[in-house]
Nanobody, 119 residues
């Protein structure tokens, strides 16, 4: 069973920075893609940024130019560097890992880490 352990959330002022980390364990299969989602109170969970095993990335329009996703495949770890944070970035951030095997896709999720940006 794949386990994702997140760290790095917290409280920061507007304009500040945080770095989230997510380490995956418990799998001998290659992780195809990893990413970060977030969910604010009363809103649906949304994709923030994703990265494939080959290093291709995608970002939500709202975070482009401010957030950077990176990945260490050897460590099965994904990072999210968040700069120029805004109050609207406040949410629970969830790490996601995707494993595709034998034509099937399986998503795994972390427990979530709170990010709060004060104005």
């Amino acid at each position: 069973q794949v386990q994702l352990v997140e760290s790095g959330g917290g409280l920061v002022q507007t304009g500040g920075s945080l770095r989230l980390s997510c380490a995956a364990s418990g799998t001998s299969s290659s992780i195809n893609a990893m990413g970060w989602y977030r969910q604010a109170p009363g809103k649906q969970r949304e994709l923030v940024a994703g990265i494939t095993s080959g290093g291709n990335t995608n970002y939500a329009d709202s975070v482009k130019g401010r957030f950077t996703i990176s990945r260490d495949n050897a460590k099965n770890t994904v990072y999210l560097q968040m700069n120029s944070l805004k109050p609207e970035d406040t949410a629970v951030y969830y790490c996601n890992a995707v494993i595709k095997q034998f034509g099937f896709r399986k998503d795994y999720w972390g427990q979530g880490t709170q990010v709060t940006v004060s104005s």
